[in-house]
């Protein structure tokens, strides 16, 4: 033996000897994960209550040892709504926690419980019930946003603003006509939420530790308690992949994206330079030290959390990318970003819907802008080429009339009719009626476009589909 591995050697031994208690205690802390997965408490004694039903309904264990654990797990169930159940750490999880008090209230009939059952399938479970319900509540609150936009929408119908390209004035819009492209993200949103539920509403419980089970269980009596549309039909798969968890938290992370759109557009609108709405007080906070001070917190916040949830969906995607199959301990880390996830998305869509009906507009400042821009160019250029003129030729004309109104610090339409005409003799003065604000908006009369009457249609069509 070299003086140097003898000397690793004896490190080694009193390494352990040294440290082998404190670390262990570490270890424990480390590994444990009843610090947040005792937010699935309530489903996993559903999906226990739905596994002990169907052991004794396949003679795998006594009716009588199913109403021992029925019973037991409902007074748990109440002893921690009440608070006053006792987790504990040297008990590691939400599963292990809630089968040893109910060993400890019913005795062998509780230890009989985790017959043709593991963990792994368990906690799989566990998360797709819990996120199903999540689900629905996610579907209900993007529902409630949508309600709050389309009632601004209702109001704002014909008020005129600015549209912008590139953040510069574009077209003239409606506020409603603007409202309802969030009103339709929404509802892909939605859309989405509702789709990926379907594959989050599959059954792992049967797979076991990851190979299936040897007792003669009933799968499909278990899905069918539990309200799972199936059972997931390979058992490697159904404990080791999260992607049910990861899609959901895509979806909520174009949610989050809309939204926070929409926010650095309240943020832009609320400002002094362009004061076109105002945000209710209770949604804005004022500064310590500057005493003029309004600031949009809860736009500035929804935007800096979707950074948020961009991270969880990240470290979702890279918590499965290196797992072999089946279950890892890895998969543990699921649980948090999961969480945090819903928690954001769901308390985001509840302020949101609130804000919005906290929104006032400033009409004038909005049309303000809207005539300030040029917006109606576009609408002189479709005139002319109504009148015969090829669309290029009439993008130049106008481009031409532009320049000279801007040099004239004037609108196209103060421009006098023979000055006009200058920059093509097709015009008339049907021209002045073109470039009214209200002209421009009318015209677009087509599903999609920006005509009140038009956004009224979409208005009522969102809420058809609403109902
Ligand atoms: N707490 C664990 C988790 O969240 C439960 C599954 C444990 N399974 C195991 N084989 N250690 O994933």
């Excluded at 339709?184 to 539920?197: I, T, V, Y």
């Excluded at 928690?343 to 909005?366: C, F, P």
Aim: charged share 25%; hydrophobic share 40%.
């Amino acid at each position: 033996m070299t003086e140097k591995t003898s000397a690793l050697n004896k490190k080694d031994t009193s390494w352990s000897g040294r440290f082998n208690e404190p670390v262990a205690e570490l270890v424990k802390k480390y590994t444990a994960s009843i610090g947040f997965d005792y937010r699935l408490a309530m489903v996993d004694i559903q999906g226990s209550i739905a596994h002990a039903q169907m052991l004794s309904a396949c003679g795998i264990i006594s009716a009588a040892d199913f109403k021992a654990i029925q019973q037991g797990l409902a007074e748990i169930k109440q002893e921690i709504e009440a608070g006053q159940f006792e987790w504990l750490l040297d008990l590691e999880d939400v599963h292990l926690n809630i089968e040893k008090r109910l060993t400890d209230k019913i005795g062998d009939a509780g230890k009989r419980l985790h017959t043709g059952r593991s963990r792994n399938d368990q906690v799989a479970t566990d998360v797709r019930l819990w996120l199903r319900d999540t689900t629905d509540q996610v579907i209900a609150g993007v529902h409630q946003l949508q309600t709050s936009l389309l009632d601004l929408a209702e109001t704002h119908f014909d008020t005129v603003m600015p549209g912008f390209t590139h953040l510069q004035v574009a077209q003239p819009v409606t506020f409603g006509h603007h409202l309802m492209a969030y009103v339709e993200m929404l509802k892909r949103d939605a859309a989405r939420f509702a789709d990926c539920r379907k594959r989050i509403n599959r059954l792992p419980l049967g797979a076991a530790a990851l190979a299936g089970t040897s007792y003669p269980i009933d799968r499909e009596m278990v899905a069918k308690t539990l309200g799972f549309d199936g059972v997931c039909e390979n058992s490697l798969d159904a404990v080791s992949d999260r992607d049910f968890a990861i899609e959901f938290t895509f979806a909520a992370s174009l949610v989050m994206t809309h939204l926070s759109r929409l926010s650095e557009e309240l943020i832009l609108w609320s400002s002094p330079r362009y004061a076109f709405v105002d945000i209710a007080d209770r949604f804005c906070t004022g500064s310590s030290i500057m005493p003029q001070k309004k600031n949009p917190d809860v736009p500035e916040l929804v935007r800096g959390k979707t950074g948020r949830v961009y991270g969880h969906l990240t470290a979702l995607l890279t918590l499965m990318k290196g797992q072999p199959l089946a279950y890892n301990k890895d998969n543990q880390e699921d649980k948090e970003p999961l969480f945090d996830t819903a928690d954001t998305l769901l308390v985001t869509l509840q302020i949101y819907a609130d804000m919005m009906r906290g929104i006032t507009v400033n009409k004038e400042n909005m049309r303000q802008a809207a005539s300030e821009g040029f917006a109606t160019a576009t609408d002189l250029a479709d005139y002319l080429v109504k009148k015969g003129m090829p669309f290029r030729d009439a993008h130049e004309a106008v481009a031409l009339a532009v320049r000279y109104a801007v040099d004239h610090h004037c609108d196209l339409s103060d421009l006098p009719l023979a000055t006009l005409q200058q920059f093509a003799s097709e015009i008339a003065d049907d021209v002045y009626a073109v470039l009214t604000l209200e002209g421009s908006l009318h015209s677009r009369d087509h599903i999609g476009g920006t005509a009140p009457a038009q956004v009224k249609a979409a208005i009522a069509r969102a809420r058809k589909a609403l109902e």
